[in-house]
């Protein structure tokens, strides 16, 4: 946000030893970020915000450059740690810098910070600092580093919330399946338990999913394929309508996966009810009758899945940022 001026000498660069190799798109782009404020701070002048500032980027330089863990990905204590390590430095680098500096600076803090806070009173003092091309005075200075950590802190906090989104997602996803596959053993150990056919006579077609004209083990598992394929099927559509975001979190790929769980939990329910009496009678249906009204209750999980993908669109939308369009 502040123009970097050339220096005199190379900017110092922290002691951080061999750094580990960068597993992610957000480290990378945030390594060189992390570079350009590294410049600016090497020439600005001497004072405690300078200090403050260099201290910050050298936190976030060691959470960008920590190997990354399964743990770490789940609690997002690395990227947290680093981008709220890094919008600290810059707050404290426009407190640290020479007016002249803000003042050349201040358009593109003022356009940054009207993704987040476009109706804050502060903000519109400083558009009016900046049509009217007049120079930023220590009091002004402070106000441009106060708004810029209000609008810092608005974005970390809706990070803080796709993120908090995303592991909803991915737990509600390792809860199903363990449920799935858990039906799936106890149908393989007790076929009557959840039977999705009735025995037939010799002289009809097979009638169960594995072919077979009575219930087996195997017919639940293979209804349970059916669903997750529909689901899988289904989802790949419903994903046109998710926009890419520059959030290091997978949101869209989180709610792909809770779709097919939940495709293959729709498909035996619906096989369920059907052997209830809520429909055709099984023992009317052939295999294949059997396996295309698996497909359909497993797709039906859309019908669903629907209201989580339009809450992903909603959260994704909220992060949105300045970091859309460059580097966050």
């Known amino acids: 946000m502040i123009p970097t001026p050339v220096p005199e000498q190379p900017a110092e660069q922290p002691a951080t030893g061999q750094p580990a190799p960068l597993s992610a798109g957000w480290r990378e782009q945030l390594a060189i970020r992390l570079l350009e404020l590294d410049t600016r701070a090497a020439v600005a002048p001497d004072n405690p915000e300078r200090t403050l500032a260099r201290t910050l980027l050298q936190r976030a330089r060691t959470a960008v450059e920590r190997t990354a863990t399964i743990k770490g990905a789940w609690t997002g204590t690395d990227v947290e740690r680093a981008w709220v390590s890094t919008h600290a430095a810059e707050v404290a680098l426009v407190r640290a810098c020479a007016p002249a500096d803000v003042t050349a600076g201040l358009p593109s803090l003022v356009e940054d910070c009207a993704a987040f806070i476009p109706t804050d009173a502060r903000l519109k003092r400083l558009r009016s600092i900046v049509d009217a091309g007049t120079a930023v005075s220590a009091a002004e200075q402070r106000l441009a580093a106060d708004t810029l950590a209000s609008a810092h802190d608005l974005s970390d906090a809706q990070h803080v919330r796709v993120r908090s989104f995303r592991n909803v997602l991915l737990g509600t996803t390792a809860v199903l399946s363990g449920l799935a596959l858990l039906i799936g053993v106890v149908a393989t150990l007790a076929p009557g338990a959840f039977a999705v056919c009735d025995s037939v006579a010799k002289s009809v077609a097979a009638a169960c999913p594995t072919g077979s004209q009575h219930p087996t083990g195997g017919d639940v598992f293979v209804v349970e394929m059916l669903g997750l394929f529909a689901a899988a099927i289904t989802g790949a559509f419903a ?90």
Request: charged share 10%; no cysteine; aromatic share 6%.
């Open 239 to 328: 994903i046109r309508n998710l926009s890419g975001t520059s959030t290091p979190y997978a949101v869209p790929l989180a709610s792909l996966l809770l779709k097919l769980p939940i495709g293959a939990l729709t498909a035996l329910g619906g096989l369920m009810l059907l052997r209830a009496g809520f429909g055709p009678s099984l023992t009317s249906l052939t295999q294949a009758q059997i396996s295309a009204y698996a497909l359909i209750f497993g797709a039906s999980q859309q019908l669903f899945m629907q209201f989580v993908d339009k809450q992903a669109k909603v959260v994704l939308n909220a992060a949105t940022s300045p970091a859309d369009k460059s580097s966050n």
